[in-house]
């Protein structure tokens, strides 16, 4: 069974640094894109960043030159370095990975339960 776990949340200055992590695991055949998003309170879960298996990032405007994502196929694990937070970052994380698991000839969108980050002074 393959499952995703989010890590790294947390309280962080304006300003400040967060680095989250997605590791996935399981009998994983192969993964597609991953992706992180984010949902704050009252608002809709919004698209953050995703990658490619080719390695090729993309990122909503309002994270560009702040956030880097990055992946660790050997590990499994895709991250997400948060610079310059803002308190309109603050939101609970999602990761999102697409992949097929060993033995099966379909692609699943598979998600994480979360992690929380909080911006604020």
């Known amino acids: 069974q393959v499952q995703l776990v989010e890590s790294g949340g947390g309280l962080v200055q304006p300003g400040g640094p967060l680095r989250l992590a997605c590791s996935a695991t399981g009998s994983i055949s192969c993964t597609r894109t991953t992706g992180w998003y984010r949902q704050a309170p009252g608002k809709e879960r919004e698209s953050v960043a995703h990658?490619?298996?080719?390695?090729?990032?993309e990122y909503t405007e309002s994270v560009k030159g702040r956030f880097t994502i990055s992946r660790d196929n050997g590990k499994n694990t895709v991250y997400l370095q948060m610079n310059s937070l803002k308190p309109e970052d603050t939101a609970m994380y999602y990761c999102?990975?697409?992949?097929?698991?060993?033995?099966?000839?379909?692609?699943?969108?598979?998600w994480g339960p979360g992690t929380q980050v909080t911006v604020s002074s």
């Open positions: 990658i490619g298996s080719d390695g090729y990032p």
């Open positions: 999102k990975a697409n992949l097929k698991s060993r033995g099966s000839v379909f692609w699943y969108d598979y």
